[in-house]
């Protein structure tokens, strides 16, 4: 079982950046995939980036893609996402997962989650 605990979120403003990090524990963090996902209030939850399980392979959505940096060190157990450029519409709950699968840009392929932490982004 892996448990994964997100930190780093806060209100930024627009155009700044802030650095999200997923501290997992279970000894198989090494070898699964990593992803972020993000829910706005009213919205459906939706993909923001996987990476492997080396780091040598990562996934972006496209509203993210150049602004957001999916990362992981192993040695911590820990995967983060750098984001830069925020926008209003950045604004939601973001969420770390882990799956067995390569890199899936699907919810359902991922199967521990953490409890999300808060992102606002003000204009």
């Known amino acids: 079982q892996v448990q994964l605990v997100e930190s780093g979120g806060g209100l930024v403003q627009a155009g700044g950046s802030l650095r999200l990090s997923c501290a997992a524990s279970g000894r198989t963090f090494s070898s699964n995939a990593m992803g972020w996902f993000r829910q706005a209030p009213g919205k459906e939850r939706e993909f923001v980036a996987a990476?492997?399980?080396?780091?040598?392979?990562?996934y972006y959505a496209d509203s993210v893609k150049g602004r957001f940096t999916i990362s992981r060190d192993n040695a911590k157990n820990t995967v983060y996402l750098q984001m830069a450029s925020l926008k209003p519409e950045d604004t939601a709950d973001y969420y770390c997962?882990?799956?067995?699968?390569?890199?899936?840009?699907?919810?359902?392929?991922?199967?521990?989650w953490g409890q999300g932490t808060q992102v606002t982004v003000s204009s």
């Open positions: 990476i492997n399980w080396s780091g040598g392979s990562t």
């Open positions: 997962a882990s799956s067995i699968l390569y890199i899936p840009s699907k919810a359902s392929g991922y199967d521990y």
